[in-house]
């Protein structure tokens, strides 16, 4: 049973442009959460994603956005990045959107912006 | 939103010790989690545990919920369990609130 799988794993991008992470579920979870971790901090909330719609948003500008679709794996889109952008960005998927769910991590994209 | 303190924030040991980790939330929540990231950064689900205690080999958890704080117990540590040991917690609403860490570096 392949767990949350994410990519790609590292990448470098320069200020001022665009990038898109990705993201599958584990099998049999339908919902899909995203989360910033800069250095030294724990996990920081961006969104989630639940029967292709946004459903809950941390505190995050516009320029983060995403996408779910009807495989339930997901995207995330970060336009005009910032060097504070640079960060590890992690997906999780829960069966659901209860608070209740045990929710598992993918291994994580390392985000460089220079 | 629910506020998340853990201590230590960094912590040494010889193998073959034993430790606690602590977790501190704000307010009443409906999940409480820790987790335990490794070096290349992905997450492990240690234990769920809203209430009450749960064990798994080394590791043990216990909340309460009454008193707002999560342990994490880790007996007999080896250099394997070094890593960054998070907890995250849920209230009302889904988002998932994270502590700091605690550092964990254990020695041979």
């Known amino acids: 049973d392949a767990g949350v799988t994410q990519s790609p794993t590292h990448l470098i991008k320069t200020r001022g442009q665009q990038v898109t992470l990705r993201c599958s579920p584990k099998?049999?979870?339908?919902?899909v959460s995203w989360y910033q971790q800069a250095l030294g901090q724990g996990p920081q909330f961006i969104f989630q994603?639940?029967?292709?719609?946004?459903?809950q948003r941390g505190n995050f500008p516009d320029r983060f956005s995403g996408h779910q679709f009807p495989n339930y794996s997901s995207e995330l889109n970060v336009n005009a990045l910032l060097l504070g952008d640079s960060a590890l960005y992690l997906c999780?998927?829960?069966?659901?959107?209860?608070?209740?769910?045990?929710?598992?991590f993918g291994e994580g994209s390392w985000l460089t912006v220079v | 939103g629910i506020q998340v303190e853990q201590s230590p924030p960094d912590l040494i040991l010889q193998e073959g010790a034993n430790s606690t980790l602590r977790c501190n939330f704000s307010d009443s929540v409906n999940n409480l989690q820790w987790f335990h990231q490794n070096p290349w950064g992905q997450l492990i689900n240690l234990f769920y545990?809203?209430?009450g205690t749960k064990q798994n080999g080394r590791l043990s958890a216990t909340t309460v919920a009454t008193e707002r704080y999560s342990l994490l117990y880790i007996s007999s540590s080896q250099t394997t369990d070094s890593g960054v040991y998070f907890c995250?917690?849920?209230?009302?609403?889904?988002?998932?609130?994270f502590g700091r860490g605690t550092s964990l570096i254990v020695h041979p």
């Open positions: 994603y639940y029967e292709e719609e946004e459903r």
């Open positions: 099998s049999g979870h339908d919902t």
């Open positions: 545990i809203p209430s």
């Open positions: 999780a998927s829960s069966p659901g959107t209860v608070s209740g769910n045990t929710i598992y």
């Open positions: 995250a917690s849920q209230g009302g609403s889904y988002i998932p609130t």
